[in-house]
């Protein structure tokens, strides 16, 4: 069975720490690795993963996949209070879309 | 322009009744899915259609049925509402085929029955 698991389930950081959020999965067929934000509404998309040692970047977040070791990283740099929210990974298989169950994150000022 | 619009944002109802929640999507994509997201904010699959056809079905109960009258439509029916169907419902829709992208979100259902 498709399974992607996140760790930590929850974290609390002070402003301008650095934190790492972790995503290990296992996914017949595997297509791509995504990574979402999740405030009040719908998930926001932050990336989208398919090469394994290839960082992907934006502004103070960044990614990368580990295709041999079947996990994923998002990190996050200079946090600021507007970076609270849930995070959330997901894995493209042959015909769905599988989610971990988040990191909830909250960064307090 | 919207890319994924879900109908309605809200819906309150009694337990025992029918309800439909609509879904549409103008990106073109092959594949739609209609999650459930719990109290605990945990994203489950729930039904995934490829062109207008039912590929995954997970553990979902039957009084739930997917509708999809073309690519661009994912309607979810439920009948005889109980009180642990009140969730947020997100459709979503991705392209798997040629040209694999990300998945985009309605912006959810909230369903709370009563």
């Known amino acids: 069975e498709d399974k992607v698991v996140q760790s930590p389930l929850s974290l609390v950081v002070h402003e301008g720490d650095t934190v790492t959020l972790n995503c290990s999965y296992e996914?017949?067929?595997?297509?791509?690795l995504l990574w979402y934000k999740q405030e009040k509404k719908a998930p926001t998309f932050l990336f989208m993963l398919t090469s394994s040692g290839i960082e992907k970047k934006s502004g103070r977040l960044s990614s990368i996949l580990d295709k041999k070791e079947l996990f994923s990283i998002l990190n996050i740099t200079a946090t600021q209070t507007g970076d609270s929210a849930i995070y959330l990974c997901a894995v493209q298989g042959a015909q769905k879309l599988v989610f971990g169950q988040g990191t909830r994150l909250t960064i307090n000022p | 322009d919207t890319a994924v619009s879900q109908t309605p944002k809200y819906l309150v109802t009694q337990m025992g009744n029918d309800k439909s929640i609509k879904c549409e999507q103008n990106?073109?994509?092959?594949?739609m899915y209609w999650y459930k997201q719990d109290s605990k904010k945990f994203l489950k699959i729930m039904f995934s259609y490829n062109n207008k056809e039912l590929i995954i079905n997970e553990t979902v109960p039957n009084r739930f049925s997917p509708k999809s009258p073309d690519k661009a439509h994912l309607n979810l029916h439920i009948n005889s509402l109980e009180l642990g169907d009140s969730a947020v419902y997100f459709c979503a829709s991705s392209q798997l085929g040629r040209g694999l992208t990300e998945a985009f979100f309605g912006q959810g259902t909230r369903l709370t029955v009563v």
């Open positions: 990106l073109g994509h092959d594949t």
């Open positions: 996914v017949t067929n595997f297509r791509s």
